[in-house]
Protein backbone atom coordinates (compact mmCIF):
# COMPACT_ATOMS: atom_id res chain seq x y z
CA UNK A 1 0.00 0.00 0.00
CA UNK A 2 1.14 3.75 -0.52
CA UNK A 3 0.16 7.14 -0.68
CA UNK A 4 1.05 9.21 -3.44
CA UNK A 5 1.18 13.52 -2.70
CA UNK A 6 1.33 16.14 -5.17
CA UNK A 7 0.21 19.54 -5.85
CA UNK A 8 2.96 21.23 -3.62
CA UNK A 9 5.06 24.53 -5.08
CA UNK A 10 5.80 28.24 -4.40
CA UNK A 11 2.86 30.47 -4.15
CA UNK A 12 3.11 34.77 -2.89
CA UNK A 13 0.72 35.38 0.34
CA UNK A 14 -2.66 35.30 0.11
CA UNK A 15 -2.76 32.65 -2.48
CA UNK A 16 -4.05 28.86 -2.77
CA UNK A 17 -2.56 25.61 -3.52
CA UNK A 18 -4.22 22.23 -3.22
CA UNK A 19 -2.44 18.75 -2.42
CA UNK A 20 -3.48 15.60 -3.58
CA UNK A 21 -2.99 12.43 -1.77
CA UNK A 22 -3.88 9.09 -4.08
CA UNK A 23 -4.32 5.84 -2.13
CA UNK A 24 -3.52 2.62 -3.35
CA UNK A 25 -3.80 -1.16 -1.96
CA UNK A 26 -5.33 0.22 0.85
CA UNK A 27 -9.51 1.48 1.20
CA UNK A 28 -9.74 5.21 2.73
CA UNK A 29 -12.97 4.19 4.47
CA UNK A 30 -11.14 2.00 6.96
CA UNK A 31 -8.85 4.55 8.36
CA UNK A 32 -8.71 8.08 10.33
CA UNK A 33 -6.68 10.57 7.61
CA UNK A 34 -4.40 13.41 8.01
CA UNK A 35 -2.43 15.99 6.46
CA UNK A 36 0.46 16.75 8.52
CA UNK A 37 3.25 19.56 7.84
CA UNK A 38 6.75 20.01 9.03
CA UNK A 39 8.87 23.94 8.86
CA UNK A 40 12.08 24.34 9.31
CA UNK A 41 13.70 23.98 12.64
CA UNK A 42 9.93 22.63 14.15
CA UNK A 43 8.64 19.42 14.98
CA UNK A 44 6.25 17.73 12.51
CA UNK A 45 2.21 19.14 13.18
CA UNK A 46 -1.16 17.47 12.86
CA UNK A 47 -2.72 20.04 10.35
CA UNK A 48 -6.09 18.06 9.89
CA UNK A 49 -7.50 14.80 10.01
CA UNK A 50 -10.63 12.87 9.35
CA UNK A 51 -12.53 9.87 9.29
CA UNK A 52 -12.47 8.04 5.58
CA UNK A 53 -15.34 6.30 5.84
CA UNK A 54 -17.83 9.60 6.65
CA UNK A 55 -15.83 13.25 5.77
CA UNK A 56 -18.80 14.53 7.01
CA UNK A 57 -19.71 13.37 10.31
CA UNK A 58 -18.59 16.69 11.32
CA UNK A 59 -15.07 14.71 13.48
CA UNK A 60 -12.56 16.38 11.02
CA UNK A 61 -9.81 18.14 13.14
CA UNK A 62 -8.56 21.49 12.34
CA UNK A 63 -5.57 23.04 13.75
CA UNK A 64 -6.50 26.23 15.14
CA UNK A 65 -3.97 28.04 12.92
CA UNK A 66 -5.43 26.69 9.35
CA UNK A 67 -8.91 26.59 10.58
CA UNK A 68 -10.99 29.00 8.08
CA UNK A 69 -8.40 28.51 5.10
CA UNK A 70 -7.52 25.43 5.04
CA UNK A 71 -10.13 22.47 3.44
CA UNK A 72 -9.95 18.45 3.90
CA UNK A 73 -11.62 16.80 1.14
CA UNK A 74 -12.25 13.39 0.38
CA UNK A 75 -13.29 11.59 -2.78
CA UNK A 76 -14.40 8.23 -2.35
CA UNK A 77 -14.48 7.38 -5.77
CA UNK A 78 -10.58 8.14 -6.60
CA UNK A 79 -9.79 6.79 -3.37
CA UNK A 80 -7.97 10.31 -3.21
CA UNK A 81 -8.10 13.22 -0.40
CA UNK A 82 -6.98 16.73 -1.16
CA UNK A 83 -6.03 19.61 1.11
CA UNK A 84 -7.29 23.07 0.09
CA UNK A 85 -4.99 26.08 1.69
CA UNK A 86 -6.36 29.36 1.00
CA UNK A 87 -5.02 32.88 2.25
CA UNK A 88 -1.66 31.36 2.43
CA UNK A 89 0.99 32.79 4.92
CA UNK A 90 5.03 32.73 5.23
CA UNK A 91 4.00 30.82 8.41
CA UNK A 92 2.31 27.41 6.19
CA UNK A 93 6.13 27.12 4.50
CA UNK A 94 6.58 23.49 5.03
CA UNK A 95 6.85 19.78 3.81
CA UNK A 96 3.40 18.75 3.93
CA UNK A 97 2.14 14.82 4.72
CA UNK A 98 -0.57 12.71 4.17
CA UNK A 99 -0.70 9.62 6.49
CA UNK A 100 -3.31 7.09 7.50
CA UNK A 101 -4.03 5.60 11.05
CA UNK A 102 -6.64 4.05 12.81
CA UNK A 103 -8.62 5.60 16.11
CA UNK A 104 -10.12 9.09 15.96
CA UNK A 105 -9.04 11.78 13.57
CA UNK A 106 -8.29 14.61 16.39
CA UNK A 107 -6.37 11.93 18.30
CA UNK A 108 -4.09 11.28 15.47
CA UNK A 109 -3.48 14.91 14.46
CA UNK A 110 -2.56 15.53 17.35
CA UNK A 111 -0.45 12.50 18.99
CA UNK A 112 0.89 11.58 15.64
CA UNK A 113 4.64 12.49 16.73
CA UNK A 114 4.45 10.99 19.65
CA UNK A 115 3.53 7.53 19.05
CA UNK A 116 3.63 4.64 16.34
CA UNK A 117 1.66 5.33 13.48
CA UNK A 118 -0.60 2.35 12.64
CA UNK A 119 -0.91 3.16 8.78
CA UNK A 120 1.22 4.61 5.95
CA UNK A 121 2.83 7.60 5.24
CA UNK A 122 2.95 9.37 1.64
CA UNK A 123 6.38 11.05 0.74
CA UNK A 124 6.21 14.63 1.52
CA UNK A 125 5.69 17.60 -0.66
CA UNK A 126 7.45 21.28 -0.07
CA UNK A 127 5.16 24.26 -0.34
CA UNK A 128 6.85 27.77 -0.12
CA UNK A 129 4.96 30.75 0.76
CA UNK A 130 7.09 33.74 -0.51
CA UNK A 131 6.93 36.79 -2.05
Known amino acids: AQLVVSGGGLVQPGGSLRLSCVAS????????IGWFRQAPGKEREGGTC???????????YYLDSVKGRFTFSVDKAKNTVYLQMNSLKPEDTAVYYC??????????????????????WGQGTQDTVSS
Open 99 to 120: ATDVGVPADFCRTANTRTVVGY
Open 50 to 60: LRGSDSSDGST
Open 25 to 32: GLTLDYYA
